[in-house]
Nanobody
Framework: QVQLVESGGGLVQAGGSLRLSCAASGSIFSFNAMGWYRQAPGRQRDLVASIAGGGTTTYALSVKGRFTISRDNAKNTVYLQMNNLNPEDTGVYYC?????????WGQGTQVTVSS
């Protein structure tokens, strides 16, 4: 069974930075892609950034230039470096991994950006 464990969330002031981590229970080589999603209160869960097995990355327009997704295959971990945070970035951040038609979610980590 695949387990994804997020960490690194917290409370930060606007303009600050956080780095989220998503540690997988097994090798991330087996995943077609991994991504970070954000769910703000009362809103749907939206894609923030993703990274494919070959390293291709995609970003939501709202975070492009501020967030960077990366992966460390040796540590089976995917990261989301978030810079210049603003209050609109507040929400629960979830890690997701895809393997074929199956996908897996982590439990989420809260990010709160104060103005």
């Amino acid at each position: 069974q695949v387990q994804l464990v997020e960490s690194g969330g917290g409370l930060v002031q606007a303009g600050g930075s956080l780095r989220l981590s998503c540690a997988a229970s097994g090798s991330i080589f087996s995943f077609n892609a991994m991504g970070w999603y954000r769910q703000a209160p009362g809103r749907q869960r939206d894609l923030v950034a993703s990274i494919a097995g070959g390293g291709t990355t995609t970003y939501a327009l709202s975070v492009k230039g501020r967030f960077t997704i990366s992966r460390d295959n040796a540590k089976n971990t995917v990261y989301l470096q978030m810079n210049n945070l603003n209050p609109e970035d507040t929400g629960v951040y979830y890690c997701r991994a895809n393997r074929g038609i199956a996908f897996y979610w982590g439990q989420g980590t809260q990010v709160t950006v104060s103005s």
